[in-house]
């Protein structure tokens, strides 16, 4: 990450004066203002609709914009290379001070008014277990950044999840959602035909993250516009963010996310069209098919261009450098199969000095293909692009185990909700996030985005959502303040 409030330098360790300054920020930020915030936002259910709309636009921002980091390694190449310090996790501690001070006691003792969280503790069982990772990893430090990141983001995961409590909650949240859209489907509209960028990554540092990031958002606007009940601004913020991200999604070339956004696309209007043809999912095709062709014609030239340089690679290689990087992952995992070589640790245990013989693993690769190995070449190698690969090198069976549970679980939350909450906007929402998250884990298999900043407080809003909607089908409704 770059810019905003964070930090370039070579350093590997040791606390400068600005360290000591950012984290006494941090201190100030997690323990004085979100408190007070969520004071503020006590009993004011606007704001609170605010706050969490600004939650889901920081997700589409420069990370510099809302983030920095203490004790920052930027010569690492790993999934973070810092303590992270987020504004989303601020205002997510906010509205949970908020949600929690509007519950009362109730006659038995309990509260009144507040949804539970379910997976909350789940979640950070994972996170537990991944932590014993720490046991023999090459660079402790490094899983100690890792699970002060994921950690902390169980904040965001809990306020989405307390955040549902009614049908206006869900309606803002899904507004929000357009409106990022639509601005990045505007900037890559910008960058593409202004600036004459190639594979347009807008906001993102590369292309991949923002366009896995748009389908996400996509998906979940168009099964909630295809409800009959959803009208007036919400259902035209809904079609031009789902109009946007499609944009986005053709000018960044990513031939994966495209055919996510796809898969996901006709998924929902197959389950519309079983529930009954109608006038909302007619009008819905009619305007996407047209949309579509029209923010084509500002990225087909370089698609296709981008799917003849793919073809004319992959018929040069048999086995291409993902293959190579997960052939790395496994011999991790056949050393470490309990624990791992580390959270975190991946970027140090596949490179030259410490991982030598991981490191041999890319180097015959190159050998055989002619290239003369220069070993100060192997002193930064990249990491797996399969998550699970990632996480089974760096956190062993048993931190991996930890995540497939929490996985499944995030994705009945939705549909227990949605059969729950059959005929409401609720009830389409959560199918949406069904489709969506079924599809983003299948894409972990060759893409390891969940682990960026951006994309994981976008994930943990998504899956909080899923949670919460499952409480909110589950709860008596009790009118709160």
């Given at each position: 990450m770059g810019g905003g409030w964070m930090i370039s330098g070579h350093r590997r360790f040791g606390t400068t004066m600005k360290d000591v300054l950012k984290l006494l920020i941090a201190f100030l930020l997690y323990g004085g203002f979100a408190p007070l915030l969520?004071?503020?936002?006590?009993?004011?259910?606007?704001?609170?609709?605010?706050?969490?709309?600004?939650?889901?636009?920081?997700?589409?921002?420069?990370?510099?914009?809302?983030?920095?980091?203490?004790?920052?390694?930027?010569?690492?190449?790993?999934?973070?290379?810092?303590?992270?310090?987020?504004?989303?996790?601020?205002?997510?501690?906010?509205?949970?001070?908020?949600?929690?001070?509007?519950?009362?006691?109730?006659?038995?003792?309990?509260?009144?008014?507040?949804?539970?969280?379910?997976?909350?503790?789940?979640?950070?069982?994972?996170?537990?277990?991944?932590?014993?990772?720490?046991?023999?990893?090459?660079?402790?430090?490094?899983?100690?950044?890792?699970?002060?990141?994921?950690?902390?983001?169980?904040?965001?995961?809990?306020?989405?999840?307390?955040?549902?409590?009614?049908?206006?909650?869900?309606?803002?949240?899904?507004?929000?959602?357009?409106?990022?859209l639509l601005h990045h489907g505007l900037l890559a509209l910008k960058?593409?035909?202004?600036?004459?960028?190639?594979?347009?990554?807008?906001?993102?540092?590369?292309?991949?993250?923002?366009?896995?990031?748009?389908?996400?958002g996509a998906i979940s606007l168009l099964g909630f516009l295809l409800h009959s009940r959803v009208k007036g601004l919400v259902f035209w913020l809904c079609l031009s963010g789902y109009l946007g991200a499609t944009l986005a999604i053709l000018v960044s070339v990513s031939r994966a996310s495209l055919a996510a956004l796809a898969v996901g696309s006709i998924s929902l209007f197959a389950l519309a069209l079983f529930r009954g043809f109608n006038r909302r999912i007619a009008g819905a095709l009619v305007a996407g098919v047209l949309g579509i062709g029209v923010v084509s014609l500002f990225a087909l030239d370089s698609f296709k261009a981008r799917m003849a340089q793919v073809s004319q690679s992959e018929e040069e290689v048999d086995e291409d450098l993902r293959d190579i990087l997960n052939r790395q992952s496994a011999a991790m995992l056949r050393d470490e199969p309990f624990n791992g070589v580390g959270w975190n640790n991946f970027g140090i245990m596949n490179s030259r000095p410490r991982g030598v013989k991981y490191s041999e693993v890319l180097e015959n690769w190159d050998e055989d293909r002619g290239f003369t190995v220069y070993e100060e070449n192997y002193l930064a190698n990249p990491l797996t692009e399969s998550l699970y690969w990632l996480w089974?090198?760096?956190?062993?069976?048993?931190?991996?185990?930890?995540?497939?549970?929490?996985?499944?679980?995030?994705?009945?939350?939705?549909?227990?909700?949605?059969?729950?909450?059959?005929?409401?906007?609720?009830?389409?929402?959560?199918?949406?996030?069904?489709?969506?998250?079924?599809?983003?884990?299948?894409?972990?298999?060759?893409?390891?985005?969940?682990?960026?900043?951006k994309n994981l407080s976008q994930w943990m809003i998504l899956v909080g959502m899923g949670s919460g909607l499952l409480s909110y089908a589950s709860a008596p409704k009790v009118r709160l303040n």
């Open positions: 969520g004071v503020c936002l006590t009993g004011r259910r606007t704001a609170q609709r605010i706050v969490f709309g600004l939650m889901i636009l920081m997700t589409g921002w420069r990370p510099g914009h809302f983030t920095f980091m203490i004790g920052s390694v930027e010569t690492y190449r790993g999934h973070t290379k810092g303590f992270e310090i987020s504004l989303i996790e601020v205002l997510a501690l906010a509205l949970i001070v908020a949600v929690l001070r509007a519950s009362r006691p109730s006659l038995n003792g309990g509260l009144v008014g507040r949804p539970s969280v379910p997976g909350l503790k789940l979640y950070f069982f994972w996170c537990s277990l991944a932590m014993f990772s720490v046991l023999g990893s090459a660079e402790p430090s490094y899983a100690w950044m890792a699970a002060f990141r994921f950690f902390k983001a169980g904040l965001i995961f809990a306020a989405a999840a307390l955040y549902i409590r009614d049908d206006n909650d869900i309606s803002w949240a899904v507004g929000a959602i357009g409106v990022a960058l593409r035909v202004f600036d004459g960028d190639y594979q347009v990554k807008g906001w993102f540092e590369h292309q991949n993250p923002m366009a896995m990031w748009c389908y996400l089974l090198a760096e956190t062993g069976w048993l931190g991996f185990s930890g995540f497939i549970l929490f996985l499944g679980a995030s994705l009945m939350w939705p549909l227990c909700a949605a059969l729950r909450l059959r005929g409401s906007i609720g009830g389409a929402l959560a199918v949406a996030l069904l489709v969506a998250l079924s599809i983003c884990y299948a894409h972990g298999l060759v893409e390891r985005i969940l682990t960026q900043t």
